[in-house]
């Protein structure tokens, strides 16, 4: 969330920033709501000012055995216009705040302009794209053959979009799990494991709500959310505290399953594991000081790079324009794995600063060196979504004979298990 402060001293800069994001928002008319806001309640304050003093006289006036009915018909008058404007003071602060929770974060000057994905620069690629002596094949069909991946079954226990991992398609998600929490946790990540349902206090403080309400799934009867990302729970792990500047920054990696309906994406990707509506992914999640947060970000970039290098896997990372960067972030890096079966580049990983915008909306400070209490800035990244690892070592390591090799990093995870082959 945006301070409103911020709004009506810099609504050009601010309005400018919304049209780059192709953001529709009336700073006008928040602006006139916060304006009203502020004159009612400036009159209510000034109602219960006259309403303190008429009744200290009608007090006054009983002690010394006089008259104080006419007084008193003027206090429940005021009483009753005060509550009369508390109850619209309250309706405007329903709007304003409804209104300011769909605005999105402010773009980081460093952002590239541009409309949309289109428009995203490579930022740096490493690696070249994996050559074949064999047309490679995409992992679907990869999976199918060695009876790893059982889209039929997933289909029939739920519905699109739910895949049955099977023998060692199974080991091999879970090998990834284990490799990539214990490559971040060496590397400074405290290691968490959170809920995977979530109230919407939490869902509205990492951005979620109100703006992605269709892509939640909802459980009605608890007023329940099943969890998109660990982002969310991590990040409000420390929703209405205070840390210390010496705690910062904080740093945890988490693994979940993540569910989303995909409600824009019909028609998309509807083969294979690309866009599920329940994927594994393990986050990374910083906490920071606005002075140290870029850097953090450059830091937790590398850190998520690290998995696909240690995999040696190939891969560029984009920066995300303005067009096309996320609600609540100031800046994204993506990086996009290459897929020799699809003859493409994929989107494996968001690496995103949100700065101050998530710890406003939960209220998540710190006391800065004068012991005065600030907004951390978030951080959050893929580090990396399981799912499509998974798709990247079956379509770069496939062999002729429809074999798959294990990366020499994960075979100790397999058990030894150094080839999948068909049955």
């Not at 049209?19 to 304006?35: F, K, V």
């Not at 995300?320 to 994929?346: H, M």
């Not at 580090?383 to 690892?389: E, M, W």
Request: glycine content about 6%.
């Amino acid at each position: 969330m945006l301070d409103i402060k911020t709004i009506i001293s810099d609504r050009d800069t601010v309005q400018r920033k919304c049209n780059e994001r192709g953001a529709d928002i009336d700073l006008d008319a928040i602006i006139s709501l916060d304006t009203e806001r502020k004159s009612v309640l400036q009159e209510v304050e000034e109602l219960r000012r006259k309403r303190n003093e008429l009744s200290k006289k009608v007090g006054e006036l009983k002690r010394n055995g006089e008259d104080a009915q006419s007084l008193m018909n003027e206090v429940n008058s005021l009483a009753a216009r005060t509550d009369e404007l508390t109850q619209r003071q309250n309706d405007i602060e329903t709007k304003l705040q409804s209104a300011m929770l769909v605005i999105p974060n402010l773009i980081d000057d460093s952002v590239p302009s541009g409309k949309d994905e289109n428009d995203n620069p490579v930022y740096r690629t490493v690696g070249e794209p994996t050559q074949f002596s064999f047309k490679p094949k995409a992992h679907w069909d990869i999976g199918t053959e060695l009876g790893i991946l059982d889209f039929e079954r997933g289909t029939k226990v739920v519905k699109a979009r739910f895949t049955m991992l099977v023998g060692l398609g199974a080991r091999l998600e879970r090998a990834l799990i284990n490799f990539m929490m214990d490559l971040h946790a060496s590397r400074g990540y405290k290691e968490t494991m959170p809920p995977q349902m979530l109230n919407p206090a939490a869902m509205t403080g990492t951005g979620q709500l109100p703006k992605f309400q269709e892509e939640a799934f909802w459980c009605e009867r608890d007023d329940l959310y099943l969890s998109p990302t660990a982002e969310v729970p991590v990040t409000n792990m420390y929703a209405g505290e205070i840390l210390p500047e010496s705690a910062l920054p904080i740093k945890y990696t988490a693994y979940s399953a993540c569910f989303r309906r995909e409600a824009g994406s019909y028609g998309k990707d509807v083969r294979g594991l690309i866009r599920q509506h329940q994927f594994n992914k393990v986050e990374l999640v910083k906490f920071a000081t606005p002075e140290t947060s870029m850097d953090e970000l450059e830091d937790m970039l590398l850190e998520a790079e690290e998995v696909l290098k240690r995999l040696k896997i190939p891969y560029r990372v984009i920066t995300l324009c303005s067009g096309d960067i996320g609600f609540s972030a100031t800046k994204t890096y993506d990086i996009e794995v290459w897929l020799p079966g699809q003859n493409a580049y994929r989107e494996i990983s968001s690496c995103s600063n949100c700065k101050d915008f998530q710890a406003r909306r939960a209220n998540i400070r710190y006391k800065d060196k004068n012991g005065k209490p600030a907004f951390v800035h978030t951080l959050n990244g893929s580090g990396l979504a399981v799912g499509r690892t998974l798709v990247a070592v079956l379509e770069n390591y496939q062999q002729e004979d429809g074999s798959v090799l294990i990366p020499d990093i994960l075979v100790p995870y397999m058990g030894g298990v150094a080839k999948i082959t068909v049955l």
